[in-house]
């Protein structure tokens, strides 16, 4: 039966299997790729997607606008 290990234990176990299998600097490439991050990123997304949307269909109609006014001055000189 094989022993039983703390996690710590097992994190040391397997640091050191990384570290020389794929050496230190793979190491740690390879416990980077695994960051889990934080929040919600769906409901994030969506909020970040809605908001900015918005900012984007503001720009666009003010850019009209002072494209439409600029338009007809050039046209009254």
Known sequence: ??????ISEIR???????TQSLGPIGMVRF???FEMGY???TKERHEWLEENMDK???EIKKRRSL???YESKDTQV
């Open 67 to 69: 494209r439409l006014e």
């Open 39 to 41: 929040g919600d990123y």
């Open 1 to 6: 039966m094989s022993e039983v290990r703390t």
């Open 12 to 18: 040391k176990i397997g640091i050191k299997a990384l």
């Open 31 to 33: 416990l980077q790729s």
């Open 56 to 58: 984007i269909i503001r």
